[in-house]
Antibody, heavy 124, light 108 residues
Framework: QVQLVESGGGLVKPGGSLRLSCAAS????????MSWIRQAPGKGLEWVAH????????YYADSLKGRFIISRDNAKNSLYLQMNSLRAEDTAVYYC?????????????????WGQGTMVTVSS | SYVLTQPPSVSVAPGQTARITCGGN??????VHWYQQKPGQAPVLVVY???DRPPGIPERFSASNSGSTATLTISGVEAGDEADFYC???????????FGGGTKLTVL
């Protein structure tokens, strides 16, 4: 079935780095734009970044630009988020999510499939 | 940057109709998407492009968007509908996704 599974979360010290992965299955990964979205404990959803299906275009939330890098490997059906210079305020559940493609084949800027999330805790 | 404003909470009795609003500057000119998130779970898309439902979403979930307010309407509310709801748009001026702050729906 259509599935996204994140991994790579954990406890990291301030200033450290972490690389998240998202394994896709059950659909043609290379057809889909993908996003990372995070949610701090007890808080709302915050968009982090997204990448087009070919990887040719990438967009980041302004507050994260320069510290986080989104990438993908279509041959491995995988999405990645390299997180550097981590801060306490980066503590959150990180979700990968697939852009919606309608039944008419139109890409929409919404996510119809989400992973279960991976927890990142930044603390000394 | 573009801002979406939602009420922190909405309460409704079972069987009644819940309306959750999402305010934004000229939001009627944008496509609004709605997500439901139950505790400990990932969000689920319940409405996209203002009023379309993905497969598997009950007809009880409907939405509209006009002027400065988008509204998600849940008819015949059930206990299982209790969740946080988020609106979301694409802000073309910044090439960013924007989420509302979320609304906690409580079924009395």
């Amino acid at each position: 079935q259509v599935q996204l599974v994140e991994s790579g979360g954990g406890l990291v010290k301030p200033g450290g780095s972490l690389r998240l992965s998202c394994a896709a299955s059950g659909f043609t990964f290379s057809d889909y734009y993908m996003s990372w979205i995070r949610q701090a404990p007890g808080k709302g959803l915050e968009w982090v970044a997204h990448i087009t299906n070919s990887g040719s275009k990438i967009y980041y939330a302004d507050s994260l630009k320069g510290r986080f890098i989104i990438s993908r490997d279509n041959a491995k059906n995988s999405l990645y988020l390299q997180m550097n210079s981590l801060r306490a305020e980066d503590t959150a559940v990180y979700y990968c999510a697939r852009y919606l493609i309608t039944s008419f084949g139109i890409v929409r800027d919404a996510s119809d499939i989400w992973g279960q999330g991976t927890m990142v805790t930044v603390s000394s | 940057s573009y801002v979406l404003t939602q009420p922190p909470s909405v309460s409704v009795a079972p069987g009644q109709t819940a309306r959750i609003t999402c305010g934004g500057n000229h939001i009627g000119r944008k496509s609004v998407h709605w997500y439901q998130q139950k505790p400990g779970q990932a969000p689920v898309l319940v409405v996209y492009d203002d009023s379309d439902r993905p497969p598997g979403i009950p007809e009880r979930f409907s939405a509209s968007n006009s002027g400065s307010t988008a509204t998600l309407t849940i008819s015949g509310v059930e206990a299982g509908d209790e969740a946080d709801f988020y609106c979301q748009v694409w802000d073309s001026s910044s090439d960013h996704w924007v989420f509302g702050g979320g609304t906690k729906l409580t079924v009395l």
